[in-house]
């Protein structure tokens, strides 16, 4: 019997490359007002700031970016730079080991975590780009598109306003699925669960998060009565810090209501303790905050480990090439403030039918920062080469 031999083409390997070096960083500051006052269970904002890392090798420029301070611009200037100039643009995850390393003394979560993630997902970027590929087709791909749901309803919006984007997204974009905040005044909170329901109808599902603002009875006595509004999903009803009272309302929330946090964790170890407390239904990780590509890896491999799903929280532009290349993940938010910035800025495709795909023309994460739309709102930005 003959056997027909399967391979690749020599000629293939011809272009392909052995290894390339970073030569060029740019850190970028930049400053978006919201379009409204914003504001959640614990927190109120009117600004957004982006720290973008721009990397080159040979010609062949990347991107990678963070939502977070701008003392976050400084520690990559002063700190990681040095380590990712000169390093191998094919080996991302050893300019992530270095650079953990260099970091040992300043404190491994916040802001080190952040500029660690804009930098990593720089790198990977560029690696894509050098070859050639979505970086979903590099990482490789389990599907084309991601389920996505609408995200704000912010607690500072008139009810007016709050329907009105709701509506928006099931309407006009055909989302099955919203979020709006709570926990700033939860005694008018079921009026407003109540009047989002009003505006999606009875196939969409509804999400509430209370960013960790209740205790954990508080929290129950409110999850009660929003599940008379068929609210399917809890967002940090107490601080994911709490472990032992994110466990305690996990297990006694309605039936139908699932328990979701993991956007404050910055390294594999936060998410393991998540996980084995038993503290969430869903996990949710943040790339931006947890180690860039690299760190979002290696916590999906934990949650796969542990059978339990995974969402993306913000950065709906970077996740979805994650998304699609993790089986774990059920979706992504699709976050109010985000989408504007990274439409604008960054050239971000927009969400259709409910879900969003990559463009398998584009190599990277297909993104690109626009000046002429940064121009007034960039704070500062700092060209760096290696020697």
Not at 35 to 59: C, F, H, I, M, R
Request: charge should be negative.
């Amino acid at each position: 019997m003959s056997r027909t031999r399967v391979g690749i083409s020599p000629a293939y390997f011809q272009g392909v490359r052995a290894s390339c070096l970073v030569e060029r960083l740019s850190v970028s500051t930049i400053d978006v007002p919201t379009d409204l006052p914003e504001q959640d269970g614990t927190l109120s904002w009117n600004k957004t700031t982006l720290v973008a890392v721009e990397a080159a090798s040979e010609g062949v420029s990347s991107l990678g970016y963070t939502y977070a301070d701008s003392a976050t611009a400084k520690l990559i200037e002063e700190k990681l730079a040095p380590i990712a100039l000169g390093s191998d643009a094919l080996s991302p995850e050893f300019a992530f080991t270095q650079m953990e390393i260099a970091t040992r003394n300043l404190g491994a979560d916040g802001i080190t975590a952040m500029a660690i993630s804009a930098l990593d997902l720089a790198l990977w970027d560029l690696k894509a780009r050098l070859l050639e590929l979505p970086l979903a087709t590099l990482l490789g791909k389990v599907r084309e598109q991601v389920p996505v749901y609408g995200s704000g309803g912010f607690t500072s919006y008139d009810m007016a306003t709050l329907q009105r984007q709701l509506a928006g997204w099931v309407e006009k974009q055909g989302m099955s699925r919203v979020k709006i905040k709570v926990g700033a005044d939860p005694e008018r909170d079921p009026a407003r669960v109540r009047a989002a329901r009003e505006a999606i109808g009875d196939r969409c599902e509804l999400f509430v998060d209370a960013n960790g603002a209740h205790s954990a009875k508080i929290a129950l006595a409110q999850a009660e009565k929003f599940a008379q509004f068929a609210v399917s999903w809890f967002e940090e009803p107490v601080s994911s810090d709490r472990l032992d009272a994110l466990r305690f309302v996990r297990e006694r929330a309605p039936t139908g209501m699932e328990i979701a946090a993991g956007e404050y964790g910055y390294r594999p170890e936060y998410f393991l303790r998540m996980l084995e407390a038993r503290a969430v239904d869903v996990l949710q990780l943040d790339a931006t905050r947890c180690g860039g590509v690299t760190g979002f890896l290696r916590a999906a491999q934990l949650s796969q480990a542990f059978g339990v799903p995974l969402s993306t929280h913000c950065a709906p532009a970077l996740h979805v090439h994650l998304g699609c290349a993790c089986g774990a993940v059920r979706h992504l938010e699709y976050f109010h403030d985000h989408v504007r910035i990274e439409r604008a800025l960054l050239g971000a495709r927009e969400a259709q039918s409910g879900v969003l795909g990559i463009d398998s023309a584009q190599p990277g994460f297909g993104l690109a920062l626009n000046r002429q739309e940064a121009l007034g709102r960039e704070r500062a930005r700092v060209e760096l080469r290696a020697h």
